[in-house]
Every structure is written in C-alpha cells, then in structure tokens.
C-alpha cells in the first residue's frame, strides 16, 4: 500500500489504499500498528474476500491472519469525549473482562470510537453503551448522511477499482516518500501509473457541493 508504514508508532492508524497495477483503488482501509512486526487491517466488509488475498498474494512469506471472531462496533457523535486517546490512535483495553482493541477514529465526521470486540461479546457491549444517557443506535443512512457532509469517499460510490487516488481526491493518502522524488518512491501496485498523472496537488474529478439549506 501508498502509505509510510515505518514511521507510526505502535498504537498509531493510518488511513490507506490497497491498488492495482493500473492505479485503480481495490480498496480503503485503516491500519493499526500493534508491534514492531505486527499490524491490525480493519477493510469494508464487502471487500474482505479480494483484500484477504490481495494481502496474501503480496506479502509472501508474511502471515495474514483472518480474525473471523471479532465485532466491530463504532461509537460516534458530536458531543465532547474524556479520553487519553488522540485521533488515529488505539490501545487494548478490557471492558468488563473481554479484551478489546479501542480506537479513536471513525468514518463519519465526527469525533468517536471504534471498538473491536470478540464476537460473542458484541450484543452485550452494544446494550452497555445503549443504556448510556444519550446513545442512540443508527443505520448505514445516517452514516452515510455524515461522511458526505464531511467530504469522506465510500468506496464503491465515490470510487472504485477504476478511479485512481487522483481522481478520488485522495492523494493525500500516498505518503510523500512514497511519491516521486521520495525517499522509498514506489514499490506497491500502480505506482508508476499514478506517477505519470497530472495534478498532484488538486483533485481531478471529485467536488464537494455546499447546499442553501432550503
């Protein structure tokens, strides 16, 4: 993938792409360093399947590991959260017994949390945080409604495997020294495609649209 995944410190996310040799984005993902050697991916859903073997097709002599076990649940909304966590960043915690992975992050605009959880105990920390004064469960529509006001691309809508990081308005995702005239130029799929496009510094086909409010 596009992104420096030598500098995060362990705790640390990065929002990247995985793409294909044409320049086109397979798909966007978030991923944590866990350790010195270790990183947690969190893919859609609906890309798992091509991802897991996308990652295992490239990474030869690395192991990926499928965590079919866990949830994932996301905390989000505008009012203020009292926490130590900075943005884009995660720590293990247990939440009442259970190990979890916590993460400041999201994709809807907001400040929030992303809570991954095993499996079993998912419906239970779900109703924990229910009964939470204020905490409302909401569907993919309202999401959806946030990270188009945010300006965020969901992949599948905004782009796909044909639409480059250029045209998605994402290059801000290929770390510089991945880029031309960096230090570790190149060296994931499309690379020298994308290198070849125009505009770097302004999106080629993705606007954002303010309304009148009526």
């Known amino acids: 993938m596009p992104a420096d995944l030598r500098e995060p410190a362990v705790g640390r996310q990065v929002y990247s792409l995985f ?27 609906a890309c798992k399947e091509q991802d897991l073997a996308h990652l295992r097709g490239g990474l030869a002599g690395l192991e990926v590991i499928e965590l079919e076990d866990r949830a994932l649940l996301a905390l ?7 926490c130590a966590l900075v943005f884009m960043s995660g720590t293990q915690v247990e939440i009442d017994g259970t190990a979890c992975f916590v993460t400041r992050s999201g994709y ?16 239970a ?6 009964a939470i004064d204020g905490v409302w469960p909401v569907g993919l529509g309202a999401r959806d409604s946030l990270r188009l006001e945010a300006g965020l691309c969901l992949y599948g809508h905004d782009m796909n495997a044909s639409t480059t990081a250029v045209e998605a308005g994402l290059q801000w995702a290929i ?3 991945r880029r031309p005239g960096g ?22 086909s993705v606007s954002g649209l303010v309304g009148d409010g009526k």
Do not use: H, K, M
């Open 108 to 123: 809807t605009g907001e400040d929030g949390f992303e809570i991954s959880v095993p499996a079993r105990a998912a419906t």
């Open 175 to 177: 770390a510089r020294v």
């Open 19 to 45: 793409t294909n040799e044409a320049g086109g984005i397979l798909d966007d993902l978030i991923i944590s360093r866990w350790g010195d050697e270790e990183f947690f991916v969190v893919v859609n859903a």
């Open 125 to 130: 920390l779900a109703q924990r945080l229910l």
């Open 76 to 82: 989000q909304g505008p009012a203020p959260a009292a």
């Open 183 to 204: 230090a570790r130029v190149g060296g994931y799929p499309g690379a020298a495609v994308l290198a070849q496009r125009p505009n770097w510094g302004r999106p080629a």
